[in-house]
């Protein structure tokens, strides 16, 4: 079975621009949630989607924003990209909107390099 | 203020020299403390949830065990495979709020 996928894995942007990063859950997961990690930190939580719903939202700025579509894969936006969101961008699927008993399962991350 | 922390922030181990690795939380409302592998870049592996004080859970060498502020992951007769950064997290009954700490470094010597 295929796990989370995430594409592309690695992306070099300019200070300005805007970048969109794709995920598709394990089948089956209805939940996804997008995670910024820094180099040496642990994952920061953005967003959660269920059911194509926003579940919660982390402590980011409106240039974040991200959508769930009906086959449950989901984008995240950044607009006006700044050198501070060069991080590993993570999206978690878990199979309802808790992640509990089995956690979240998580992608390998795309690598946003800004300059 | 809702906060996780990590210690030590790295830790060196001789292959089959145990230990232990901490995560304390300040949180309000605690639905479950999650602990994860991440290796470097790849994204975390899911090990263990812990739902309530007095809680262990065990897999091969790993065992997680709860208490109402801390938790403790046991590394019992560690081997090289087992080096990686572990993450600790929590979810709150506000389920939208999910935050990890940044991570104890592992790294076991043959």
């Known amino acids: 079975d295929a796990g989370v996928t995430q594409s592309p894995t690695h992306l070099i942007k300019t200070r300005g621009q805007q970048v969109t990063l794709r995920c598709s859950p394990i089948s089956g997961h209805k939940s996804v949630s997008w995670y910024q990690q820094v180099l040496g930190q642990g994952p920061q939580f953005i967003f959660q989607?269920?059911?194509?719903?926003?579940?919660g939202r982390g402590n980011f700025p409106d240039r974040f924003s991200a959508r769930q579509f009906p086959n449950y894969s989901s984008e995240l936006n950044v607009n006006a990209l700044l050198l501070g969101d060069s991080a590993l961008y993570l999206c978690?699927?878990?199979?309802?909107?808790?992640?509990?008993?089995?956690?979240?399962?998580f992608g390998s991350g795309t690598r946003l390099t800004v300059v | 203020e809702d906060q996780v922390t990590q210690s030590p922030e790295a830790l060196r181990l001789q292959e089959g020299e145990s230990s232990s690795l901490n995560c304390s939380y300040t949180v309000s409302g605690l639905r479950g403390l999650f602990w994860y592998r991440q290796d470097p870049g790849k994204g975390p592996e899911f090990l263990f949830t812990?739902?309530?004080a007095g809680e262990e859970k065990e897999k091969e060498r790993l065992k997680a065990t709860l208490t109402k502020k801390e938790s403790f992951l046991h590394i019992t007769a560690p081997k090289p495979e087992d080096s990686a950064t572990y993450l600790c997290?929590?979810?709150?009954?506000?389920?939208?709020?999910?935050?990890f700490g940044s991570g104890t470094k592992l790294n076991v010597k043959p």
């Open positions: 978690a699927s878990s199979s309802n909107d808790r992640g509990l008993a089995y956690g979240y399962t």
């Open positions: 997290a929590v979810q709150l009954y506000n389920f939208n709020k999910f935050y």
């Open positions: 989607y269920y059911e194509k719903e926003e579940r």
């Open positions: 812990l739902y309530s």
